[in-house]
């Protein structure tokens, strides 16, 4: 009896174990998709919209603004990489910039999109510290574009 009631007590903390493991692996796997959102618009070329309504600034660039050589294709550029897609969401330092949009690094699977415009020449490195995980990187992407006459470096 006593070893049937050892036996009982085994499978009821396996159970409540099995529970636990599974409770923990769920909440795991939603923390990886909490940085996943949807682009419901592409503003220019270095700023999208989120879902629910968040702008987000990305880090480390600057991009042409209206009016200057390259916005079009800067902002054509930038709709091609995350237009209508999921992006992951990387933070540095700083949560939101003085307009108070989001500042993050933004991925598209294995692609940064902040170094991916870099590299294709149609943006400049541009760091405001504290916000410097990537600066190295980027230099490194510009000097490249410049070298090779890509984008806002052709001519």
């Known amino acids: 009896m006593t070893l049937h009631r050892f036996g009982l007590w ?20 939603s923390r990886v998709n909490e940085n996943t959102f949807f ?5 220019d070329g270095d700023t999208i919209e989120i879902e629910g309504g968040y702008h987000m600034r990305y880090i480390g660039i600057d ?5 200057e050589p390259y916005y079009l294709e ?13 992006v992951r ?8 910039d003085e307009y108070g949009r989001l500042l993050r690094y933004v991925w598209v ?12 020449g149609y943006a400049y490195s541009h760091y405001y510290p ?13 000097k490249e574009a410049r070298q090779q006459k890509r984008g806002l470096w052709s001519s």
């Open 63 to 67: 991009t042409p603004e209206k009016g």
């Open 130 to 142: 504290p916000n410097t995980k990537h600066l190295v990187y980027f230099l490194q992407l510009e």
């Open 74 to 86: 800067a902002t054509e550029a930038n709709r091609s990489l995350v237009g209508s897609k999921k």
């Open 39 to 43: 682009v419901t618009r592409v503003i």
């Open 10 to 29: 085994n499978k009821g903390r396996l159970v409540i174990t099995l529970a636990l493991v599974l409770t923990l692996l769920a909440t795991s796997c």
């Open 109 to 120: 699977d294995d692609t940064m999109v902040n170094a991916e415009l870099v590299r294709l």
């Open 89 to 96: 969401l990387e933070k540095d330092v700083e949560d939101k």
